[in-house]
């Protein structure tokens, strides 16, 4: 039988429950649950069934835990390729994309128009569509936007509309009442 691995004397000094509830991670919450039920005397085996994790993955917390605290216990950042957007240029990216919003005259700029825009003036090319998605949302931006209005339309027209609505059963196109 593999020896089990020793729990530090502040292990039950810490409200695991709660502080997973409080946990915006899901990785982490998850681990946190775990060393809840390790503190309520279940077994790792135990644990990893109830949490769908392996065995190892379950001694892998409590080892981290042991080192690190529960710092040991948050996600780290993970390797991956890095953006061809450095984070440098998000402020710029950002002014052009709303001042790109801000200039069109009706409708709304596309992720086609913010790559083309990308690659001219930033020299940065995305093959992908999905690429372009990624730093507009890491910028920030919704792809939910209002409905685009009409450059042609009349705002002396829609007041006189709404006027005409307000004043109680009148006709919006012409104004006559309504008995």
Known sequence: MPKRIQLP???????????????????????????SHIQNGKSYEQV???????????????????DDGIDGLKEKQRSGRPSKAHTQNHTRLLKSILAMQDNKKGGRVRLKDIQNMLSKDFNIHYQDISGVHYLVTKLGLSGISSRSKDPKQDK????HTKKLQTKGNRCPVCGHRFN
């Open 9 to 35: 004397d502040d292990f039950y000094q810490h409200d695991f429950k709660q502080l997973a509830k409080v946990e915006k991670n899901p990785r982490t919450r998850v681990r946190l649950i775990g060393l």
């Open 48 to 66: 990893a069934q109830y949490l769908l994790q392996s065995l190892s993955a379950v001694k892998q917390w409590v080892r981290h835990y042991k």
């Open 156 to 159: 002396e027209v829609q007041a």
